[in-house]
C-alpha cells in the first residue's frame, strides 16, 4: 500500500496564526481527505481534496478557515488559520490509492496544540 | 442522517479468548464496510474490509457482513494484549468514497 508522510508530526502555535500541514505519498492516489480527530473521538472529515481545483468542504468546514491545496496526485496541503485554542487536534490526511477502490489509508497525522 | 453506530465499550476480554466488535448502520446503500485499528497517539491502521454478505476470514480476524439487519461484526480470536486498541467501524457513503464512521470501541485483552 502507499506510504504516506505528514509533516509537521507536531507543534505548538500561538493563538491567531496560521499552520499547513503537508500530506505527501510515495505514489500517486486517486483520492485525498483531510479529518481531525479530538481527543477521544472519532473521525470527522474536514474536506475532500480535488487535485487541480477547489476542495470540496463538509459542513461546518470552510475554505477561509481550512484553506487545501492539492496541486498533483502525490501531494496535498491543509493549512489552519487564525488559530484558536478549539483547534487543538491531530489532523489527518488518508488515500484511496485507486479508482474501484474504497479503502482509505491514514498518513501518521499531525498533532496540533494552540496555546 | 446516515450513521454507523458501535458499543463505545470498554470490552475486556482475557488472552486467548475470542473478541466480538459489533457495529450498525442506518444506510441501506452502502455496500462496503471497513474496520480499522487505533493504538493510542497513533493513526487508525485498515485491518479489514467486506463488501459481500458473509464472513470474510484473514489470519486471527473474521469480519462478518449482515445486510439485512444492517449489521457488521469483527471476531479476533487468540485475543492477544497488542491488541488492546480502539477499534473503529466505518461504512461507505456512496460513490463518492467518503466514509461514514462510529465512534470507536475501546478493547482491552487481559494477560
Known amino acids: 500500500s502507499a506510504v504516506i508522510s505528514q509533516k509537521p508530526s507536531r507543534d505548538i502555535c500561538q493563538r491567531g496564526t496560521s499552520l499547513t500541514i503537508q500530506c505527501q505519498v510515495d505514489s500517486q492516489v486517486t483520492m485525498m481527505f483531510w479529518y481531525r480527530q479530538q481527543p477521544g473521538q472519532s473521525l470527522t472529515l474536514i474536506a475532500t481534496a480535488n487535485q487541480g481545483s477547489e476542495a470540496t468542504y463538509e459542513s461546518g468546514f470552510v475554505i477561509d478557515k481550512f484553506p487545501i491545496s492539492r496541486p498533483n496526485l502525490t501531494f496535498s496541503t491543509l493549512t489552519v488559520s487564525n488559530m484558536s485554542p478549539e483547534d487543538s487536534s491531530i489532523y489527518l490526511c488518508?488515500?484511496?490509492?485507486?479508482?474501484?477502490?474504497?479503502?482509505?489509508?491514514f498518513g501518521p497525522g499531525t498533532r496540533l496544540t494552540v496555546t | 442522517q446516515k450513521e454507523v453506530e458501535q458499543n463505545s465499550g470498554p470490552l475486556s476480554v482475557p488472552e486467548g479468548a475470542i473478541a466480538s466488535l459489533n457495529c450498525t448502520y442506518s444506510?441501506?446503500?452502502?455496500?462496503?464496510f471497513f474496520w480499522y485499528r487505533q493504538y493510542s497517539g497513533k493513526s487508525p491502521e485498515l485491518i479489514m474490509f467486506i463488501y459481500s454478505n458473509g464472513d470474510k476470514e484473514d489470519g486471527r480476524f473474521t469480519a462478518q457482513l449482515n445486510k439485512a439487519s444492517q449489521y457488521v461484526s469483527l471476531l479476533i480470536r487468540d485475543s492477544q494484549p497488542s491488541d488492546s486498541a480502539t477499534y473503529l467501524c466505518?461504512?461507505?457513503?456512496?460513490?463518492?468514497?467518503?466514509?461514514?464512521w462510529g465512534l470507536g470501541t475501546s478493547l482491552a485483552v487481559n494477560p
Open positions: 466505518a461504512g461507505d457513503a456512496g460513490n463518492n468514497r467518503k466514509l461514514i
Open positions: 488518508s488515500v484511496v490509492p485507486a479508482e474501484g477502490e474504497r479503502e482509505q489509508y
Open positions: 444506510d441501506r446503500g452502502s455496500q462496503s
